[in-house]
């Protein structure tokens, strides 16, 4: 079955520290992957996405992703945290025609000062 | 670019009452628009999936009678929340599917909807 996988239910940071958030995914074939992060009480902004290509990708805010399909992985990076990115990340992936979101858990992220 | 917005942004209603929320894509089309629902701390539930003029295509578990859902333009989607109960209570976020962005859905800012 297709899945994706968060392990990381919550994590916390200080902040201008690195910051690597693990996506784990399971599909048949590769899936178009993707990152939100969500602040509370609102909806999801996308920070990035992959479908194919270069296998890192660059988003929004200073955020990254790279792309392992031997690690069935697709771990959000950022080299200096900033008090404003606490907040919900989600990764989710789609694959096939109905192009439905399957999502990860989330992971907290709590930034310290 | 790629703005979906929600209305409202919170509701307060009795229950036994219907709500109506909108989703609109404001600066392009959507062929295809989705209704989530988040419970508190946890991740995205999807509950229906809707294609502009034709019927919504729920998800295992979700009554259609009660969450009413049309999509009657390429930039509009309602979900109505009939009857509602304060088991209904929650965070509803919808989605538009931009085709011409790749497949990429964009976020509503979502309704929390409270019902006594």
Redesign the interface.
């Known amino acids: 079955a297709q899945s994706v996988t968060q392990p990381d239910i919550h994590i916390t940071v200080s902040e201008g520290a690195s910051l690597e958030l693990r996506c784990n995914y399971s599909y048949g074939a590769t899936p178009?992957l993707?990152w939100?992060v969500q602040s509370p009480?609102?909806?999801?902004?996308?920070l990035l996405?992959y479908?194919s290509g270069d296998t890192l990708v660059q988003g929004i805010k200073g955020f990254e992703a790279e792309f392992k399909r031997s690690q069935s992985s697709f771990n959000l990076r950022k080299p200096s945290v900033h008090w404003s990115d606490a907040a919900e990340y989600?990764c989710a992936g789609?694959g096939g025609n109905?192009?439905?979101?399957i999502?990860?858990?989330?992971t907290?992220l709590a930034v310290n000062p | 670019g790629a703005v979906v917005s929600q209305h409202p942004s919170r509701v307060i209603c009795k229950s036994g009452t219907s709500v109506k929320i909108e989703c609109r894509s404001l600066d392009f089309q959507a062929t295809t628009m989705f209704w989530y629902r988040q419970f508190p701390k946890q991740s995205l539930m999807l509950m229906a999936t809707s294609n502009e003029g034709s019927k919504a295509t729920y998800e295992q578990g979700v009554e259609k009678d009660k969450f009413l859902i049309n999509h009657a333009s390429l930039t509009l989607s309602t979900l109505t929340v009939t009857s509602a109960h304060p088991e209904d209570s929650s965070f509803y976020i919808c989605s538009a599917d931009d085709r011409g962005r790749g497949d990429t859905q964009y976020f509503g800012p979502g309704t929390r909807l409270t019902v006594l």
């Open positions: 178009y993707f939100y009480g609102q909806g999801l902004q996308l996405k479908f989600f789609s109905n192009r439905k979101l999502w990860g858990l989330g907290s």
